[in-house]
């Protein structure tokens, strides 16, 4: 079994920028690749970034290129989502997932799930 735990979410102006952070325990981190996805109210899940277990690729959604970085520590168990020049539309449930036997985008191929932290972007 592995937990996830988010964190870092918030609300921010448009332009702003935001760290979420996703600590994991259970089997050993370092195994698995990691991803971000969001939804936002009335839509549904959709892919963010994900990175490898040995976080050498990486791998985004064309809306978040140059603006969001995935990168992970694995001697601490965590996986990050730097956030830069936020858009309303950016405003979502952001979830993290782990992998065993699988990277990339399919939401279905992730074997765990936090519990989403919440980002609000202003206008």
């Known amino acids: 079994q592995v937990q996830l735990v988010e964190s870092g979410g918030g609300l921010v102006q448009a332009g702003g920028s935001l760290r979420l952070s996703c600590v994991a325990s259970g089997r050993t981190f370092s195994s698995y690749a990691m991803g971000w996805f969001r939804q936002a109210s009335g839509k549904e899940r959709e892919f963010v970034a994900a990175i490898r277990w040995s976080g050498g690729s990486t791998y985004y959604t064309d809306s978040v290129k140059g603006r969001f970085t995935i990168s992970r520590d694995n001697a601490k168990n965590t996986v990050y989502l730097q956030m830069n020049s936020l858009k309303p539309e950016d405003t979502a449930v952001y979830y993290c997932?782990?992998?065993?036997?699988?990277?990339?985008?399919?939401?279905?191929?992730?074997?765990?799930w936090g519990q989403g932290t919440q980002v609000t972007v202003s206008s």
């Open positions: 997932a782990a992998a065993f036997y699988y990277y990339g985008s399919s939401s279905n191929e992730y074997d765990y």
